[in-house]
């Protein structure tokens, strides 16, 4: 879950506007192989070498060259149906979206590509919204300051649970701070949050605890809140002021959200996975590089980012917060934080900026397998929803389509993530080739210092280079076709060191002292490989 500093595909629907994530065997010296190795068999194995080497290298260059090509324009004022369609078939950003434009005149609304396998998505198709949640955390809270039950200056110490003891410093932290992201709290609690994340990087939130939200806290002191004054985006923060409003209510805050906040607000379809229909229609999630990606499960962290939402919800939602005029919706768009240089400020929970006087009100959303935006202009009253079953930076279509700008850029990769992508990729069947050298090396010194072990080694070393490449690659650029020319010149390496390393022992006996420590890389090799398979 992520927010920047702060019924088919491309169908359009035009709707009136209402009112307001082993031993060891000696044997001899490669008896039947050694007269193979000469100086033609040599030359012909360095022939195939720079054959496969070529075509990976030609492909790579290929690649690049089909990103680099510049985009076709979007023309004059394309409607949003083309708009998008655009977005998601021709510039690749994400599998499937859903967006509306939100105007004083009427509602347009867009689809296009795929929500789960070959389904298009559709306005009641449900999103993670991620970060989004936020605001509603906000919401309910300012519901219930109208409702007397808490006030913007309540603490947290006044609302901790039992059992949890804070330096008064951070005790004294405000609802209305851990709104806003000035509270001077980390993003997330340190070593505890670092080591969810490696043992479970596709789901890092699954299994939080009010321990895990409240236990780090008692760590800290005063001087740990430097930065409290001043904005500092935390997740932390709004999950824990969602947990503290479960405490001044006495009830579970996700049900207090769908009863106080959801509910009256005629939002029916929004909500946390438990609260919604099993067969209700639901986008796949994908990483940013069109990988699928496991759904988040946010449990404690839940008022941070576990909501879900479609089309039809958050328009209806936006269009409510665009006219409201008191109550806990118009209190929540109110500047509650300014750092008075003009920049971002904060309402509850919305981002609000100035930029030219002109007044944006907004929040996006990203979990490991969507992203989403809600925002609108007060002066213009246009406003716009976007959702995405891709984890990406949505953004520039986002605020492009709401300033009435709407432009498309190709999907964007540094340097290190295609480094990354095309040399582990071309590094697979070198790890293979490696062996295959390291058998002829044997036979011309006579002296079979490699085994079996070792072309294992090679193999996993493979297979785990092409899983991380294929898990995290950076596939929103580079053409998918490449990886699995990977896969193909690895087979073919491996293909040809099985056959070289078919009639030597598993462990060679001039290599004794080394052999324990490749059995162990080998074992360390394979473990990261099942690690990377089951949990990234």
Same mark, same amino acid.
């Given at each position: $879950?992520?927010?920047?500093?702060?019924?088919?595909? %491309?169908?359009?629907?035009?709707?009136?506007?209402?009112?307001?994530? *082993?031993? &060891?065997?000696?044997?001899?010296?490669?008896? @039947?192989?050694?007269?193979?190795?000469?100086?033609?068999?040599?030359?012909?194995?360095?022939?195939?070498?720079?054959?496969?080497?070529?075509?990976?290298?030609?492909?790579?260059?290929? +690649?690049?060259?089909?990103?680099?090509?510049?985009?076709?324009?979007?023309?004059?004022?394309?409607?949003?149906?083309?708009?998008?369609?655009?977005?998601?078939?021709? @510039?690749?950003?994400?599998?499937?979206?859903?967006?509306?434009?939100?105007?004083?005149?009427?509602?347009? $609304?867009?689809?296009? #590509?795929?929500?789960?396998?070959?389904?298009?998505?559709?306005?009641? *198709?449900?999103?993670?919204?991620?970060?989004?949640?936020?605001?509603? *955390?906000?919401?309910?809270?300012?519901?219930?300051?109208?409702?007397?039950?808490?006030?913007?200056?309540?603490?947290?110490?006044?609302?901790?649970?039992? =059992?949890?003891?804070?330096?008064?410093?951070?005790?004294?932290?405000?609802?209305?701070?851990?709104?806003?992201? *000035?509270?001077?709290?980390?993003?997330?609690?340190?070593?505890?949050?670092?080591?969810?994340?490696?043992?479970?990087?596709?789901?890092?939130?699954?299994?939080?605890?009010?321990?895990?939200?409240?236990?780090?806290?008692?760590?800290?002191?005063?001087?740990?809140?430097?930065?409290?004054?001043?904005?500092?985006?935390?997740?932390?923060?709004?999950?824990?002021?969602?947990?503290?409003?479960?405490?001044?209510? =006495?009830?579970?805050?996700?049900?207090?959200?769908?009863?106080?906040?959801?509910?009256?607000?005629?939002?029916?379809?929004?909500?946390?996975?438990?609260?919604?229909?099993?067969?209700?229609?639901?986008?796949?999630?994908?990483?940013?590089?069109?990988?699928?990606?496991?759904?988040?499960?946010?449990?404690?962290?839940?008022?941070?980012?576990?909501?879900?939402?479609?089309?039809?919800?958050?328009?209806?939602?936006?269009?409510?917060?665009?006219?409201?005029?008191? +109550?806990?919706?118009?209190?929540?768009?109110?500047?509650?934080?300014?750092?008075?240089?003009?920049?971002? #400020?904060?309402?509850?929970?919305?981002? &609000?900026?100035?930029?030219?006087?002109?007044?944006?009100?907004?929040?996006?959303?990203?979990?490991?397998? %969507?992203?989403?935006?809600?925002?609108?202009?007060?002066?213009?009253?246009?406003?716009?929803?976007?959702?995405?079953?891709?984890?990406?930076? =949505?953004?520039?279509?986002? $605020?492009?389509?709401?300033?009435?700008?709407?432009?498309?850029?190709?999907?964007?990769? #540094?340097?290190? @993530?295609?480094?990354?992508?095309?040399?582990?990729?071309?590094?697979?069947?070198?790890?293979?080739?490696?062996?295959?050298?390291?058998?002829?090396?044997? #036979?011309?010194? +006579?002296?079979?210092?490699?085994?079996?072990?070792?072309?294992?080694?090679?193999?996993?070393?493979?297979?785990?280079?092409?899983?991380?490449?294929?898990?995290?690659?950076?596939?929103?650029?580079?053409?998918?076709?490449?990886?699995?020319?990977?896969?193909?010149?690895?087979?073919?390496?491996?293909?040809?060191?099985?056959?070289? +390393?078919?009639?030597?022992?598993?462990?060679?006996?001039?290599?004794?002292?080394?052999?324990?420590?490749?059995?162990?890389?080998?074992?360390?090799?394979?473990?990261?490989?099942?690690?990377?398979?089951?949990?990234?």
């Amino acid at each position: $879950m992520m927010t920047q500093t702060p019924e088919s595909s %491309g169908r359009m629907t035009t709707l009136p506007s209402p009112d307001p994530e *082993t031993g &060891i065997q000696s044997r001899p010296v490669l008896p @039947a192989r050694v007269p193979a190795d000469g100086p033609g068999a040599v030359a012909d194995r360095r022939r195939r070498v720079r054959c496969i080497l070529g075509s990976l290298v030609h492909s790579a260059v290929l +690649g690049a060259a089909l990103w680099l090509a510049p985009e076709a324009g979007l023309g004059d004022e394309p409607g949003l149906d083309v708009l998008l369609e655009r977005y998601v078939e021709d @510039a690749g950003h994400t599998v499937g979206a859903a967006a509306a434009i939100v105007t004083p005149g009427g509602v347009e $609304m867009a689809t296009a #590509g795929r929500a789960r396998g070959q389904e298009a998505p559709t306005p009641a *198709t449900l999103f993670e919204i991620g970060s989004i949640t936020k605001v509603f *955390t906000s919401i309910l809270m300012a519901r219930l300051v109208e409702e007397g039950v808490v006030s913007l200056e309540t603490t947290m110490g006044e609302l901790a649970p039992l =059992g949890f003891d804070l330096d008064p410093e951070v005790a004294g932290i405000t609802l209305r701070e851990l709104s806003t992201h *000035t509270s001077g709290l980390p993003r997330l609690p340190g070593s505890t949050a670092f080591l969810r994340f490696m043992l479970r990087p596709s789901d890092p939130y699954r299994g939080t605890t009010l321990t895990d939200l409240f236990g780090p806290l008692g760590r800290l002191e005063g001087e740990d809140l430097e930065s409290r004054g001043t904005w500092a985006y935390s997740n932390l923060g709004p999950a824990l002021l969602g947990r503290l409003l479960q405490e001044a209510v =006495g009830g579970p805050y996700e049900l207090l959200l769908q009863e106080r906040v959801l509910l009256p607000m005629g939002l029916v379809h929004t909500g946390f996975p438990s609260f919604l229909p099993e067969d209700a229609p639901r986008a796949r999630g994908h990483r940013e590089n069109l990988r699928p990606a496991v759904s988040w499960q946010l449990d404690a962290y839940a008022p941070a980012g576990g909501l879900l939402s479609n089309l039809s919800d958050l328009v209806r939602f936006l269009q409510l917060v665009m006219v409201a005029e008191g +109550g806990p919706l118009a209190a929540s768009t109110e500047v509650a934080w300014h750092p008075g240089d003009g920049s971002r #400020g904060m309402g509850l929970g919305w981002v &609000i900026e100035d930029p030219d006087g002109e007044r944006i009100v907004w929040h996006n959303g990203r979990t490991g397998g %969507g992203y989403a935006f809600v925002g609108y202009q007060p002066h213009t009253q246009r406003g716009v929803v976007v959702l995405a079953n891709t984890s990406h930076h =949505g953004d520039p279509l986002a $605020m492009g389509l709401l300033l009435g700008e709407p432009s498309i850029e190709p999907p964007f990769a #540094g340097w290190g @993530a295609l480094l990354f992508t095309v040399g582990f990729v071309l590094l697979a069947p070198l790890a293979l080739l490696a062996f295959t050298w390291r058998v002829s090396r044997a #036979g011309w010194e +006579g002296r079979p210092r490699v085994g079996r072990i070792h072309l294992l080694e090679a193999t996993v070393s493979a297979a785990l280079l092409l899983a991380l490449t294929w898990k995290i690659g950076a596939w929103q650029v580079v053409p998918g076709w490449f990886w699995w020319l990977g896969v193909v010149a690895a087979w073919m390496a491996l293909m040809r060191a099985g056959r070289d +390393g078919s009639d030597l022992p598993w462990f060679p006996a001039e290599a004794r002292a080394r052999n324990p420590l490749t059995l162990l890389s080998t074992t360390i090799l394979a473990g990261v490989l099942i690690w990377v398979l089951v949990r990234l």
